[in-house]
């Protein structure tokens, strides 16, 4: 019987993924982002309230609905990184990474020796203590390992930082690219979209998957041409909030019509 593909495979694939940040810290969040059917949820440990305590029932929520989650860590602490991947997290997203000596920190701390020194603990993802052999097999082929390129100093050092070993996917976060860049996202397009092809070709060149976050699905043709297959599109705040917007703005336009405003 062929082994189905891990999280990390199918990423590896070449074929688009999309998913969505989830920032409010509850199970019952990441649940019905995962009705939606997105390829997967990353847990956004850095912009939001989640703590290291909640990451366990938040995976164990997308395991539920079978929607594979990622957690993006709030710094590059190996035990940070460590924390996420025993509590179930098919991978992780770790900001603000400038040189190739931090990509491959983190890819000493995301892997099982002979590929890194990641400690083994008896966390959910290795049953709790009962299924370590099993775990540490698959393991270093099955955890995502991805790094974020948001600023200036990570810009210059792409080329180096794509060629690191064990690294998976970059990903591009475009804010934080347009404020080192002292230029806002949207007003200064040719600057940001001159930075972001720089690292479309340091990843082409390195065959590294990569890909960007953007708040919606526009222009994803676009960065599809530049060859991302990894995309988050905005996050259940950004959802709930234009979800909430929409239907009020509708509902107060009906009421003008007739009125009754």
């Not at 099993?134 to 210059?156: F, P």
Request: glycine share 12%; proline share 6%; hydrophobic share 45%.
């Amino acid at each position: 019987m062929t082994t189905p593909l891990s999280f990390r495979e199918t990423c590896l694939s070449g074929q688009a993924k999309f998913g969505l940040f989830c920032n409010i810290a509850h199970p019952a969040a990441v649940e019905v982002l995962a009705l939606g059917r997105p390829d997967f949820i990353c847990l956004d440990g850095e912009h939001s309230q989640i703590g290291r305590g909640e990451f366990e029932n938040l995976c164990r929520a997308g395991d539920v609905h079978g929607v594979p989650v990622m957690a993006r860590v709030p710094g590059k602490a190996p035990e940070a990184l460590a924390g996420v991947l025993d509590a179930g997290a098919r991978g992780v997203m770790v900001p603000m990474v400038s040189t190739a000596e931090e990509a491959r920190a983190i890819v000493s701390a995301c892997r099982y020796p002979p590929l890194g020194r990641r400690g083994v603990g008896p966390g959910r993802a290795a049953g709790y203590g009962y299924r370590i052999p099993d775990y540490l097999a698959a393991a270093n082929r099955s955890v995502l390992v991805t790094i974020q390129v948001e600023n200036v100093e990570g810009l210059n050092n792409i080329e180096a930082i794509a060629a690191v070993e064990g690294i998976d996917a970059i990903f591009i976060g475009p804010g934080d690219l347009g404020v080192s860049l002292s230029v806002l996202p949207e007003a200064e397009r040719p600057t940001l979209d001159a930075a972001i092809g720089r690292i479309a070709d340091a990843c082409r060149a390195a065959g590294r998957v990569f890909g960007m976050f953007r708040p919606g699905p526009e222009r994803i043709e676009d960065y599809l041409s530049l060859g991302m297959r990894f995309f988050i599109l905005g996050s259940d705040a950004m959802a709930l909030t234009a979800s909430v917007e929409g239907t009020m703005r509708a509902a107060r336009e009906a009421a003008l019509g007739t009125g009754a405003a």
